[in-house]
């Protein structure tokens, strides 16, 4: 069932990711197995970098044109993405039992917190409030679409824009998807 059927928007899509990605970082910190922790450091990497993209994709282009701010919402949200990208980075190389990890961790879960905090309460209920529902109801499509397709790991030095995402995004994805695969990694 596409999302347009079940009659959720693009809000909704993102904040449910917004809640998953939430719940599997809370649920890193219970688990003491280093397999598991890393099966769901991974997951939750590769969740929030398909999230990101697909922001970045569509819902950015549509905050720059509706919101009376929404270049510079757009630019703040770019930057927190870059350091969660690095930070995402740094937990892929590092030992889930160390204590940089556990730092890492800590501060992905405080930059993604102000991130979501941001969206939710700020810019979530303006493009609520200034986007055509049947818009929102497109973009939820879309943004669906594009998370199949994105990169599953953190790439720090590529562009955060919607022209790249684009052009090369599925390329990359499609490496990144190889890759998992071919390593085991867990990616859902």
Known sequence: M???ETGRDVIDVLTSDHRDVTA???EI???K????????TD??????????VAE???VYPAMKKYLPDGEKAVEHD?????????????LEDLDVSSAEFETALRKLEEVLADHVQ????????ELRRLIPADELTELAGKVETAKKLAPTRPHPGAPNNEVFHKLVGPGVGLVDRLRDKLTGRATK
């Open 2 to 4: 596409s999302t347009s």
């Open 24 to 26: 599997l970082i809370g």
């Open 29 to 31: 910190w219970t688990i």
């Open 33 to 40: 197995d280093p397999m598991i922790r890393r099966d769901l």
């Open 43 to 52: 997951t939750a990497i590769s969740e929030l970098v398909r999230h990101a």
């Open 56 to 58: 970045e994709m569509y």
């Open 78 to 90: 770019v930057e927190e993405h870059k350091e969660l990208e690095q930070t995402m980075k740094a």
């Open 118 to 125: 941001d969206e939710e309460s700020e810019q979530f209920p």
